[in-house]
């Protein structure tokens, strides 16, 4: 079956320090992925997707690029904010699991000032 | 445009109580889905809907049960509530099933207590 392995959280960094929060994956066939993004007492939002090999998802500074060979949709940003602080989900879909959301078990970033 | 809505927010039960988390949405969304968050698990699928009348079983759906009466609402009922099922339950909606090309929409979530 799919599977999505986040590195573990949380993860603490000094404003404008650079970021990234490792994402691997395990897919029956070609999916599609995505970074989903939970600020504090809030739902989920889609914050990036990348839905081919090589493509490179971004948004409001982050960036993840789709890496066939290596299965993995790594998320960065090069000068982290306070209001950045969230938690952060890798999250696949993928034909054959009925294009059903597979989620990663979340990595917390906290940013301090 | 509200999006996704969910009630309560908030909910502490008794173990053996039934209740029933409500979930709207108001962007004509076919697919519809229940979701719990769990620490350390991520978010896993409980039930999902890919249009009125029509319901299936993700992942986690023992104890719950759902009904798609209308495109709108997809209601999740907890018919005898276990501490187990403390949890915190987001619902979310998308344009089709075919989400590797579609956004995803979450409501604020319900934290749920049973005791």
């Known amino acids: 079956g799919n599977s999505v392995t986040q590195m573990e959280g949380p993860v603490t960094l000094s404003e404008e320090a650079f970021l990234t929060i490792n994402c691997t994956y395990t897919a029956t066939g070609y999916p599609s992925l995505f970074w989903y993004v939970q600020y504090p007492g809030e739902g989920l939002q889609l914050l990036l997707k990348?839905?081919?090999?090589?493509d490179k998802g971004s948004n409001k500074g982050f960036e993840a690029t789709y890496r066939k060979e290596t299965t993995s949709f790594h998320l960065e940003k090069g000068s982290v904010q306070v209001s950045d602080s969230a938690v952060y989900f890798c999250a696949l879909t993928e034909q054959s699991s009925g294009d059903k959301l597979t989620f990663g078990t979340g990595t917390r970033l906290a940013v301090r000032p | 445009n509200a999006g996704v809505t969910q009630t309560p927010k908030f909910q502490v039960l008794k173990t053996g109580q039934s209740m029933t988390l409500q979930c709207a949405q108001d962007?004509?969304?076919?697919?519809m889905s229940w979701y719990r968050q769990d620490p350390g698990m991520g978010l896993r699928l409980i039930h999902y809907s890919v249009g009125a009348g029509i319901t299936d079983q993700g992942e986690v759906p023992n104890g719950y049960n759902v009904s798609r009466s209308t495109t709108e609402d997809f209601p999740l009922r907890l018919l005898s509530a276990a501490p187990s099922q403390t949890s915190v339950y987001f619902c979310a909606s998308s344009y089709s099933i075919g989400l590797l090309n579609t956004e995803a929409f979450f409501g604020q979530g319900t934290r749920l207590t049973v005791v």
């Open positions: 962007m004509n969304h076919e697919y």
């Open positions: 990348a839905t081919k090999a090589d």
